[in-house]
């Protein structure tokens, strides 16, 4: 997950195929050996992928046509210091986040995941693995990986045009392509399995569809809510953030000197600010519903939401000012990365064929919606329109797997983007017989490994370490 400027945190927080094969060698971080793993190319050009090895593994682009196009699937490979004692793969959010998203975490998922080598792919359409658009997100086009300028016109009618291979990017062929690396790479050694926001969902349905030959455990950090239940699909993500954003103002009320610093109810603040065209303009983007809403993504960001409203009301910007660069600052160490940037193509593609419970969604019903929100996510926005783009959804969607191995699943009551409720719903659905965890982080928000490493590594340690659950909450 990452934090660029604003306008771009608004939408990525909501929540690459070079030419040719030869092109890919040349220009990727791995030389060409067959599949096998060697040495990265740019391991010595950033301190976090230092001793890394690479490969490339061809997989079909369309699974019921295994003989024609094929795509190139990516994996950098951290070795454990010392002795491995097995391994665990990382799934990346998104969906559009490449495996870069964990390069600067690596500190934490060493402490979390001890002794084990981290395999981290790039899914189909991310990163330096295959991408929808092959002009357009090459690392030598005008924008490098992320689209830039006149490509953005020429990457979706491009994704118009081909619509056969556009819609080969799917969860489903994505799932499969996880079992058949898990299959090449693990060799039967002790293997384990960490997956991230939408990278949950993947996780259950590569095993519902393709489960590897061994697991031996499973950890969700923010797991997505059942794909049938159209109470948290994307359309409805607004509502979901405005949610944890009131829980925000009412701890602010429940506490004297914080209603005392603002002198009213902070549901009164926000709503001032929102209902001053005025004041509003000096917020970034001049939408403080969207900004607001991004700042629920740090805790430390959304505690100081009553300092800035109280700032603005008394015309003192200086505590809005230093929350922007905060939360600018935030996610800097994962842009630099060349293959980090996320891949809006795919974001569009599969928000809109599985992750939309609404395709007949209107900007005028987004923007109704949104007038009785104190804080919004762009996210119901982007997907008006994108229907063109998706695909049908197959057998597997909304089915669950039939076994799972020993699974932990580590959710934030204050998540604005996989809420908790969701989650204890999704859990419901799967199989009676695994052995299934919760553990609840008390005002832990989205993605745990990064916005609540202690917890994150107290609880997964003692889930792969010593084979059994860990207390069921912690708080921050």
């Known amino acids: 997950m990452r934090s660029p400027p604003f306008a771009a945190v608004a939408a990525l927080w909501g929540a690459l195929v070079l030419g040719s094969l030869a092109h890919a060698s040349e220009q990727g971080p791995a030389p060409r050996a067959a599949d096998g793993f060697v040495g990265c190319q740019d391991a010595k050009v950033d301190p976090a992928l230092a001793g890394s090895l690479c490969a490339r593994f061809s997989a079909p682009l369309d699974y019921a046509a295994p003989d024609r196009e094929r795509i190139e699937l990516f994996v950098r490979k951290f070795p454990a210091p010392g002795k491995s004692a097995g391994q665990v793969w990382l799934v990346a959010g998104g969906p559009g986040e490449s495996g870069a998203s964990f390069y600067p975490l690596l500190k934490t998922l060493r402490a979390a995941f001890p002794g084990l080598d981290l395999l981290v792919p790039d899914h189909r359409g991310t990163g330096f693995s ?48 996880l079992s058949a690396l898990m299959e090449r790479y693990s060799a039967g050694r002790k293997t384990w399995l960490y997956g991230v926001s939408y990278g949950t969902q993947l996780v259950l349905r590569m095993m519902t569809v393709a489960p590897p030959k061994r697991l031996d455990g499973i950890v969700l950090d923010s797991l997505v809510p059942p794909e049938t239940t159209e109470q948290w699909d994307l359309s409805h993500r607004s509502a979901v953030v405005d949610e944890v954003g009131r829980a925000v103002l009412a701890q602010c009320d429940a506490d004297p000197g914080c209603h005392a610093r603002l002198g009213d109810s902070a549901v009164a603040a926000m709503q001032g600010l929102v209902d001053d065209p005025k004041v509003s303009a000096a917020v970034p983007g001049g939408r403080p519903k969207l900004f607001f809403g991004a700042l629920l993504d740090s805790p430390a960001l959304r505690a100081r939401i009553p300092l800035v409203l109280a700032g603005l009301k008394g015309g003192d910007l200086e505590p809005l000012r230093k929350v922007e660069q905060d939360l600018e600052a935030l996610g800097a160490p994962f842009e630099r990365f060349p293959q980090a940037s996320l891949s809006i193509p795919l974001v569009a593609v599969i928000s809109a064929s599985e992750n939309n419970a609404r395709p007949g969604l209107t900007q005028a019903q987004v923007e109704a919606e949104a007038a009785g929100f104190l804080f919004v996510s762009s996210l119901p926005g982007q997907l008006v329109g994108r229907t063109s783009l998706a695909y049908p959804r197959d057998e597997w969607f909304g089915r669950s797997p039939a076994a799972l191995p020993p699974m932990l699943v580590l959710q934030g009551d204050m998540d604005p983007k996989t809420p908790l ?56």
């Open 421 to 476: 409720a969701g989650a204890q719903a999704h859990l419901r659905l799967l199989p009676e017989a695994a052995g299934v965890t919760l553990f609840t982080v008390k005002g832990g928000p989205h993605f745990l490994l990064f916005t609540a490493p202690e917890c994150f590594k107290t609880a997964v340690s003692t889930f792969v370490q010593k084979r059994r659950a860990p207390r069921a909450a912690c708080s921050l």
């Open 130 to 177: 295959s991408r929808l658009c092959q002009k357009e997100e090459s690392a030598g086009s005008e924008g490098g990986a992320a689209l830039q300028g006149a490509e953005w016109a020429t990457c979706f009618e491009a994704l118009e045009s081909d619509s056969q291979r556009t819609r080969a990017f799917t969860i489903t062929h994505s799932a499969r392509d």
